[in-house]
């Protein structure tokens, strides 16, 4: 006997509809990828700069810090992450047996960030907490002196 997913009539509606807009569109090169979610992403980052750094905030729910890489190249910023489907995962050990519901895709995110000015690449510092990664990107001294005129 196979069990029952309790759904609301609204949700299945609501899911029918969705599936069959993105059925519509996915030709088009809109909406899901049509390769089955494993596109990239988006997250909301928040940017700000101190007198001495840039410190970025960027929510990455559900990701581990061995999902996640933080980049800095001439001045670009970047962070990228990638969780496989965890229903693939537990089908392929058969941990969890048939699924009946599969709305956990695979994902991948990848954001970069210009930084204005010079930065200290050697003094960068990350940490993900709660979810959200904090990453702080010192502003590069530049030391300023007189030069003798010969």
């Known amino acids: 006997m196979k069990p029952v997913l309790y759904r609301d009539?609204?949700?299945?509606?609501a899911d029918s509809l969705r599936r069959d807009l993105f059925r519509l569109i996915e030709p088009l090169?809109?909406?899901r990828p049509a390769n089955g979610g494993e596109g990239a992403v988006s997250y909301p980052c928040d940017v700000h700069e101190t007198e001495?750094?840039?410190?970025?905030e960027a929510?990455?729910?559900?990701?581990?810090?061995?999902?996640?890489?933080?980049?800095?190249?001439?001045?670009v910023l970047g962070i990228a992450a990638d969780r496989s489907e965890a229903a693939e995962q537990?089908?392929?050990?058969?941990e969890w047996g048939q699924p009946h519901l599969r709305e956990r895709t695979?994902?991948?995110i990848r954001r970069s960030f210009?930084?204005?000015?010079?930065?200290?690449?050697?003094?960068?510092?990350a940490e993900l907490k709660d979810g959200v990664l904090h990453v702080r990107v010192p502003k590069q001294r530049v030391a300023s002196r007189e030069i003798a005129i010969r």
């Open 106 to 108: 695979h994902t991948r």
């Open 59 to 75: 929510e990455l729910p559900g990701f581990t810090r061995e999902q996640i890489k933080v980049t800095l190249r001439e001045g």
């Open 114 to 125: 210009r930084l204005p000015g010079m930065v200290d690449e050697g003094g960068v510092d």
């Open 29 to 31: 090169g809109f909406g």
């Open 52 to 56: 001495d750094a840039y410190a970025i």
């Open 9 to 13: 009539l609204f949700d299945d509606t």
């Open 90 to 94: 537990t089908r392929e050990n058969g």
